[in-house]
């Protein structure tokens, strides 16, 4: 179980440091309101923090 939880861990703190090289500081924004919002089981912060993430990731797109 310690070993899961080891991976779970890496796994978070990577896909972090990768949403924050990318999209900066806003990216860093959507993610933590996105997950605040679902560890909370607040429909209305995840909701704004996926759109935030959604909008960095079509920016270019649009």
């Known amino acids: 179980m310690p070993a899961l939880a080891l991976l779970s861990a890496v796994f978070v703190v990577g896909f972090?440091?990768?949403?924050?090289?990318?999209?900066?500081a806003s990216g860093i924004i959507g993610l933590l309101l996105l997950t605040i919002g679902i560890k909370a089981k607040n429909p209305a912060v995840s909701s704004i923090g996926a759109v935030v993430l959604a909008?960095?990731?079509a920016g270019p797109a649009l």
């Open 55 to 57: 909008l960095l990731v």
């Open 16 to 24: 972090d440091q990768v949403i924050s090289w990318r999209y900066g």
